[in-house]
């Protein structure tokens, strides 16, 4: 796999699709993290209107939800996956 620069959101709207993304794959059991950057992606608050509170969003938790959105959009995540399984067998 050829290493590129992360691809970092140019909107808020960008920025949330990818923490929406994390938190889907934490939920469907395809994304662990360590206890650390867990307490960080935990402390994530949303306002009263649904958005995500930027302000509560710590290093951690942002390079986690650029990295797992960079790895969908490259394709890199699925290949990771397939890959795991081939191992597995």
Known sequence: MIMQNMKTPSTRAEFERNFH???HRMVQGK???ANGI?????KVRYLPNGR???LSI???ARLNANM???FEEDGAFAEILKN??????
């Open 21 to 23: 993304l994390l938190h």
């Open 31 to 33: 994304f662990f993290v």
């Open 38 to 42: 867990q307490l960080g992606l935990e």
């Open 52 to 54: 995500i509170d930027l």
């Open 58 to 60: 710590d290093e951690r």
């Open 68 to 70: 797992s959105a960079q």
């Open 84 to 89: 795991e399984g081939k191992n597995e067998a």
